[in-house]
């Protein structure tokens, strides 16, 4: 069961980049990061997810170490609807779905 | 395809009613997903479904809660004698699971359930 670790709260300004750590210790090796957005009163958004290295999509990267005991979000040039909680969710998709725990996410505040 | 639904979006029931909620997936989506959240936390993993078998229940899913996916479709999650314990936002979601790999959720709005 992978624990995972986030800060609570991040704030920014606007066009700037933001990295969003995630800290998972005991990540197993058939562990996936997945990484999603919600926005008040709606579901959860997937927004990148990878296994090792670097994925990019078209608006974020995820950057995983070679140990992968964690991962950081980045988010190029925020915007005011940037302003989000964020999770890191940390697993195996294809095992128990009980063992993948959302956290409290990171609350992400973009200012003007 | 519009992604996931759920109906209703908001539900104000009296405390020791009976409610259910219904959840339609993605169409190709074989798996369904049910979670729970209350304000300030992440989701909570309730119960999933393949196809029509539901494989697994998490602990915090009392005998009140009932979930069903008769046609491997849409699937509903009933709560008896609600407690106002209950009140939260009651997500669903679906995946394809290929078994090729790993793959996302794709959530839908939820049904905010209110116990008074």
């Known amino acids: 069961l992978a624990k995972t670790t986030q800060p609570i709260s991040m704030d920014s300004y606007e066009g700037q980049e933001v990295n969003i750590t995630c800290s998972h210790n005991?990540?197993?090796?058939?562990?996936?990061i997945t990484w999603y957005q919600q926005f008040p009163s709606q579901g959860p958004r997937f927004i990148i997810q990878g296994y090792k290295t670097k994925v990019t999509n078209e608006v974020a990267s995820l950057f995983i170490p070679a140990d992968r005991k964690s991962s950081t979000l980045s988010l190029p040039r925020v915007s005011l609807s940037d302003t989000a909680v964020y999770y890191c969710?940390?697993?195996?998709?294809?095992?128990?779905?009980?063992?993948?725990?959302f956290g409290k996410g990171t609350k992400l505040s973009v200012k003007p | 395809d519009t992604g996931v639904s759920q109906d209703p979006r908001h539900k104000i029931t009296k405390r020791g009613q009976n409610v259910t909620f219904r959840c339609d997936p993605i169409s190709e989506h074989n798996r369904l997903y049910w979670y729970r959240q209350t304000l300030g936390q992440g989701p909570e993993f309730l119960t999933y479904?393949?196809?029509?078998?539901?494989?697994?229940k998490s602990r915090l899913l009392s005998d009140r809660f009932s979930a069903e996916r008769p046609k491997g479709s849409f699937s509903t999650l009933e709560i008896q004698r609600t407690e106002q314990g209950d009140s939260a936002m009651y997500l669903c979601?679906?995946?394809?699971?290929?078994?090729?790999?790993?793959?996302?959720?794709?959530f839908g709005s939820g049904t905010r359930l209110t116990v008074v």
């Open positions: 005991n990540i197993a090796t058939n562990d996936y």
């Open positions: 479904f393949q196809n029509e078998a539901q494989l697994e």
């Open positions: 979601a679906s995946s394809l699971a290929s078994g090729a790999g790993n793959y996302g959720y794709t």
């Open positions: 969710l940390v697993g195996d998709f294809g095992g128990s779905q009980g063992n993948l725990i």
